[in-house]
């Protein structure tokens, strides 16, 4: 019988959950990195033993941890100790947590500047790292989207990374602002069919595409509208939450903005509202059933201004439509009382026959759908506030 | 060459996989830079979490004490007290106290 993995990333540490394929049953292992915030941690699809982990701290800045027996041990890839800091030829060595803007004449771009919130122009300033992203085909190949938002990439499994600075550099970065938790690069989805194609998402920027494998990037924002900016539909400067995509369907993305569910039929070139009747426009989440490409999940907050769910209602809301019609899940779910988020990187689902959902909160709880989101239960209730869900699902043994 | 001790705070300790304090051989002049720099090719890992990458500028919410005495202003070439060159005295990275 399969088995899952759910990799938990918190405010203070990191979490393995693993059951077999009945998702009934839990063991759960943690805090790894006890006391360090978890933005992500994310397994190798061609090697599901090999884990990338971003762990970060206010006080030691950025680390990057890796795991090659499936989250049992863990390392920091890179130089062992000893060894000098710098190349025979006096150059620094690179680190598995140096993440440094690419300027070189070669490869790079200028650091320009991006906008502040109050409208002024600051320089780039690396924070942390949001979310990894490994490749699908090999274990030492990875994918980093950052504070402030650019793209890295590893190909020595973690020891090393280099930008893919054409985003950054690719000229709306002025007009690239922070949204509340700062201008981060958090969604990265790469094609299964196409590994010149990729797609990126940052807030407060809106959604990117290269199709050269990440040496030149297109804004993908037509048809976004969001309020108040002063252009509604500007080529850039939406804030994009999340975006989604089901595997076997290339091309067709689902995004969660601050306002509104959208959906492209054609790789993010067009979006159209799907919000349909949604309680609220607003939310972090969306994902996409693993079999069903036209099933998604998103779980509306309430506003920008309260960042709390409906109504004191934990509720999934379940389209089986590809959007605008939606179905409340709220069996298992607490449905008074409940003032919890579910942040951006926080919903994951699993590939077995009967399509496991999963998302955790900011009260610590990390809740399991073994039936496609029809009834839910908790796996864990009290962890730290959740960050970020991932799931693996592995062979038997 | 000196042997100097280093106090540094909980979350380096466990990152570097180290006790408490750390003695650590340093040649030439012994001054805040010497130190890190011994710190960092004994326990690469560390590199980045108490100075900048690039810049090898002190993090912002990391300080550094000795005798008594708040170094963290002070140049990272100046020699450090004479307690810590000899090895009487630990060098001490610690963390501010902030945050939840």
């Known amino acids: 019988m399969s088995k899952v993995r759910v990799l938990v990333g918190t405010r203070k540490g990191a979490f393995i959950l693993t059951s077999d394929g009945q998702r009934e049953k839990w063991?759960?292992?943690?805090?790894?990195?006890?006391?360090?915030?978890?933005?992500?941690?994310?397994?190798?699809?061609?090697?599901?033993?090999?884990?990338?982990?971003?762990?970060?701290?206010?006080?030691?800045?950025?680390?990057?941890?890796?795991?090659?027996?499936g989250g049992k041990t863990w390392h920091q890839p890179g130089t062992p100790p000893g060894e000098p800091t710098t190349t025979p030829e006096g150059?620094?060595?690179?680190?598995?947590?140096?993440?440094?803007?690419?300027?070189?004449?070669?490869?790079?771009?200028?650091?320009?500047?991006?906008?502040?919130?109050?409208?002024?122009?600051?320089?780039?300033?690396?924070?942390?790292?949001?979310?990894?992203?490994?490749?699908?085909?090999d274990p030492d190949t990875a994918y980093a989207g950052v504070e402030d938002a650019a793209l890295f990439r590893t190909n020595d499994g973690g020891k090393n990374w280099k930008e893919l600075a054409g985003?950054?550099?690719?000229?709306?970065?002025?007009?690239?602002?922070?949204?509340a938790g700062g201008m981060c690069l958090h969604s990265i989805i790469l094609d299964p069919g196409n590994p010149q194609r990729i797609w990126t998402a940052i807030s407060a920027a809106g959604a990117f595409r290269t199709d050269d494998?990440?040496?030149?990037?297109?804004?993908?924002?037509?048809?976004?509208?969001?309020?108040?900016?002063?252009?509604?539909?500007?080529?850039v400067g939406h804030c994009v939450h999340h975006i989604a995509m089901n595997l076997?369907?290339?091309?067709?993305?689902?995004?969660?903005?601050?306002?509104?569910?959208?959906?492209?039929?054609?790789?993010?070139?067009?979006?159209?509202?799907?919000s349909g009747n949604l309680p609220t426009d607003f939310g972090f989440v969306i994902d996409v059933h693993a079999h069903e490409p036209e099933t998604i999940y998103v779980l509306?907050?309430?506003?920008?201004?309260?960042?709390?769910?409906?109504?004191?209602?934990?509720?999934?809301?379940?389209?089986?439509?590809?959007?605008?019609?939606?179905?409340?899940?709220?069996?298992?779910?607490?449905?008074?009382?409940?003032?919890?988020?579910?942040?951006?990187?926080?919903?994951?689902?699993?590939?077995?026959?009967?399509?496991?959902?999963?998302?955790?909160?900011?009260?610590?709880?990390?809740?399991?759908?073994?039936?496609?989101?029809?009834?839910?239960?908790?796996?864990?209730?009290?962890?730290?506030?959740?960050?970020?869900?991932?799931?693996?699902?592995?062979?038997?043994? | 060459m000196s042997l100097i001790r280093v106090i540094l705070p909980y979350h380096l300790r466990n990152l570097a996989h180290v006790g408490h304090e750390v003695a650590l051989e340093v040649e030439g002049p012994i001054t805040q830079r010497s130190v890190l720099d011994a710190l960092e090719t004994r326990y690469p890992m560390l590199r980045g979490t108490i100075r900048d990458h690039n810049t090898l500028q002190r993090r912002p919410f990391l300080r550094f004490f000795a005798c008594e005495q708040d170094l963290s202003h002070e140049s990272p070439d100046a020699p450090l007290p004479e307690p810590v060159a000899s090895g009487k005295e630990p060098f001490i990275v610690i963390g501010a106290i902030a945050g939840g």
């Open chain 1, 248 to 274: 076997r369907r290339p091309g067709v993305l689902f995004m969660q903005k601050h306002w509104d569910v959208m959906r492209s039929d054609d790789a993010g070139d067009n979006w159209k509202e799907i």
């Open chain 1, 91 to 137: 150059l620094p060595k690179g680190e598995s947590n140096k993440f440094v803007y690419d300027t070189s004449a070669e490869t790079g771009k200028p650091l320009t500047t991006h906008q502040w919130y109050d409208g002024s122009q600051r320089s780039w300033q690396f924070k942390r790292v949001w979310h990894i992203e490994p490749s699908r085909t």
């Open chain 1, 300 to 397: 509306p907050i309430k506003s920008d201004s309260e960042h709390y769910v409906h109504d004191g209602r934990l509720t999934v809301y379940r389209s089986r439509t590809g959007g605008n019609e939606w179905q409340a899940l709220t069996k298992g779910l607490p449905q008074k009382d409940c003032y919890v988020n579910v942040l951006r990187d926080a919903m994951a689902v699993d590939s077995l026959d009967k399509c496991g959902v999963y998302f955790g909160t900011t009260g610590g709880q990390v809740y399991c759908s073994a039936d496609a989101g029809d009834s839910w239960n908790p796996i864990v209730r009290d962890l730290p506030a959740v960050l970020s869900v991932e799931v693996q699902t592995l062979p038997g043994a």
């Open chain 1, 213 to 235: 494998g990440g040496k030149n990037w297109k804004p993908i924002n037509k048809g976004l509208r969001s309020q108040y900016i002063p252009n509604p539909e500007a080529e």
């Open chain 1, 27 to 69: 063991e759960v292992s943690g805090p790894h990195f006890a006391g360090w915030e978890i933005y992500h941690l994310k397994g190798s699809p061609a090697d599901p033993n090999r884990i990338y982990v971003s762990q970060t701290s206010g006080w030691f800045g950025q680390i990057i941890q890796r795991s090659d027996d």
């Open chain 1, 167 to 179: 985003l950054r550099g690719h000229g709306t970065g002025p007009q690239w602002q922070p949204g």
